[in-house]
């Protein structure tokens, strides 16, 4: 899955507007280089980043995603938490809805079931505001799969089917690097759930943290073995920046998954 993230200022023109024509290109040069999904957002969920209006996340998004349906051949997904921009997204053709709140907001749920589309719940411990001040936990690995079960079954008892729905512990939100490693160390139960669990690690801190505070620029080769870790840790899906990278670094993944798979049945 590559991020196409429509709040970044290579997006915008002077007026701060999102240029439509260079959002594309990146997007179509993602799909070229073996994307299976293009994640478009409008709002960023950064810790102090400013709100976006409903009407400004729609507009930000919606022209991206109606033009990407047609000069790109794979899915198109939607990263955000309001159920106005999900059913617009939607309609607009995206298929996955990708909410960091795991469709808490009110209407999100019937959004994401009326509109026959899939949704990627996140585990996110408070709010992106304020998850980072003092992550805790006793059990995180517990704590999150407790999470999203609740959510899947919030989400089941709305009428969404559980075959639409996609897991994902959050990397990154409310969470220290302990509780990150030790999420990626326990992919493999969060797997055995039975659910496809998508991961973002790509570029983020925790990879600085562990690469001597490497700026986010020259965090490429620790996304790359966060990818391939996840992988082996049962991901279906890896949410990252560099598409081209990563696409040999999961195939290489998946092949030595596949063999394990093979020796132990
Ligand atoms: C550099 C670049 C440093 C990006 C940090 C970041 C996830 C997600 C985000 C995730 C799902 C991010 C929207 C945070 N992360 N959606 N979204 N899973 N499902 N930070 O892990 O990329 S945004």
Not at 78 to 96: H, N, Q, S, W
Not at 201 to 227: E, H, T
């Amino acid at each position: 899955m590559g991020v196409l993230n429509l709040t970044s200022d290579s997006f915008y023109d002077g007026g701060h507007h999102v240029s439509l024509e260079t959002a594309l290109a990146h997007g179509r040069r993602m799909a070229e280089e073996g994307a299976d999904f293009i994640d478009v957002g409008g709002e960023s969920t950064r810790p102090g980043a400013e709100p976006v209006s409903e009407q400004e996340e729609l507009d930000r998004v919606v022209p991206v995603i109606e033009r990407l349906r047609r000069d790109v051949a794979c899915a198109i997904s939607v990263d955000t938490m309001k159920p106005a921009v999900m059913r617009e997204a939607c309609r607009a053709g995206a298929r996955l809805v990708n909410d960091v709140n795991a469709l808490r907001a009110p209407g999100a749920i019937e959004a994401v079931s009326d509109a026959g589309a899939a949704a990627c719940l996140m585990h996110m411990q408070n709010e992106p505001r304020t998850m980072q001040l003092a992550p805790s936990y006793v059990d995180v690995l517990a704590e999150v799969t407790d999470y999203l079960l609740e959510r899947v079954h919030d989400c089941v008892d709305h009428g969404l089917p559980r075959e639409s729905l996609v897991l994902d512990p959050g990397f990154g939100f409310g969470k220290r690097l302990e509780h990150n490693l030790a999420l990626l160390a326990g992919l493999p139960a969060l797997a055995a759930l039975g659910f496809p669990l998508l991961v973002g690690l790509s570029r983020k801190s925790m990879l600085g943290q562990l690469c001597d505070g490497a700026p986010v620029d020259q965090r490429l080769a620790a996304s790359l073995a966060a990818a391939t870790a996840a992988i082996l840790g049962g991901a279906a899906i890896v949410r990252v920046h560099d598409v081209r990278e990563t696409r040999d670094a999961v195939r290489v993944a998946t092949a030595i998954r596949r063999a394990r798979e093979e020796r132990t049945g």
